[in-house]
């Protein structure tokens, strides 16, 4: 099949930008992009169950032939206006990691057993503008959950450190006889509550009432299984609307607790008591 000229240099073009895009991983990565771009669910045939397609532009009978399109969707008012360039630039990484690399962002933060964490994602949203809104996202998570933080500027610099600084041995325990709440704070630790967009964000929870015997077995009970606990948030799109190239849309989230605790390693009873207090952090966090 002969090309024309302009489809030629359509082809080149693509071609070009695909090396590009290429190029900023290396070769194990890209190796691990290529193989979740050949396996991944999909474009699989296996699930052969009814359901509901997903609602976006990309499959519908909207029209698409014009050169511009206007995206709407709500915004708070007592929030910064958002840069144009990023949202731009998150449409396009969406565009290219869901629908050309078919890959679905997400990211955890697991605990290794010497007490640091992974973080993984998938390598579509790697060194891009959406893997470092999910990274910051999942930590302000973390930091409400456990109700401070390091701030990022400083957080780099100590997860490089924080062995040396704790003494840490491979078990992940510390051997340094230094305190080390003062390790952390002087590492930069702050109180989540001095932050003047966080300052109020425990009101609503049970007032902690020094020497109550029951309190303080609930919060050992809790911090036993602490391990076996996590919350997750997920993104949907709730609805969309368009008029020729207007498009409307409304996306949601919402914040689920996950306990990873099966039958032999705690009773009905436990489980609800844990359930009770993970439905409190879930209310703090949405």
Same mark, same amino acid.
């Given at each position: 099949m002969t090309l024309g000229v302009d489809e030629e240099e359509e082809y080149n073009s693509s071609a070009r930008m695909a090396l590009a895009f290429l190029d900023r991983f290396e070769r194990y990565d890209s190796q691990e992009l290529l193989f979740q771009f050949i396996t991944h669910w999909f474009i699989g045939s296996e699930v052969e169950q009814p359901s509901e397609g997903s609602t976006h532009i990309s499959t519908t009978d909207m029209p698409l032939a014009d050169n511009l399109?206007?995206? *709407?969707? @709500?915004? &708070? !008012?007592?929030?910064? @206006?958002? !840069?144009? +360039?990023?949202?731009?630039?998150?449409?396009?990484? *969406?565009?290219?990691? %869901?629908f050309v690399l078919k890959q679905t962002p997400f990211i955890t933060l697991d605990a290794n057993y010497d007490k640091s964490t992974t !973080?993984?994602?998938p390598p579509a949203y790697m060194d891009t503008l959406i893997g470092q809104l999910l990274t910051n996202v999942d930590y302000m998570m973390k930091g409400l959950w456990h109700g401070a933080y390091i701030p /990022?500027? &400083?957080?780099? &610099?100590?997860?490089? +450190?924080?062995? %040396?600084? *704790?003494?840490?041995?491979?078990?992940? &325990? @510390?051997?340094?006889? /230094?305190p080390l709440v003062s390790e952390f704070v002087s590492s930069g630790l702050i109180d989540i509550t001095k932050d003047p967009d966080y300052a109020r964000v425990y009101d609503d929870l049970p007032v902690d009432i020094p020497n109550d015997e029951e309190m303080a077995q609930e919060r050992e009970f809790f911090m036993s299984h602490i391990d076996n606990l996590s919350m997750q948030m997920t993104l949907f799109q709730e609805h969309m609307e368009n008029y020729k190239n207007l498009y409307l849309v409304n996306s949601r989230y919402n914040i689920s607790s996950i306990i990873r605790l099966i039958d032999t390693q705690i009773d009905s009873?436990?489980?609800? +008591?844990?359930?009770?207090? %993970?439905? %409190?952090h879930q209310?703090?966090?949405?």
């Open positions: 399109a206007v995206i *709407l969707f @709500p915004m &708070k !008012c007592d929030i910064a @206006p958002f !840069c144009y +360039r990023e949202v731009h630039s998150i449409i396009r990484e *969406l565009t290219v990691g %869901m !973080c993984s994602m /990022k500027e &400083k957080r780099l &610099k100590f997860t490089e +450190r924080w062995r %040396m600084h *704790l003494d840490v041995n491979m078990q992940g &325990k @510390p051997e340094t006889r /230094k009873v436990g489980y609800e +008591r844990l359930k009770t207090r %993970m439905q %409190m209310d703090v966090i949405e």
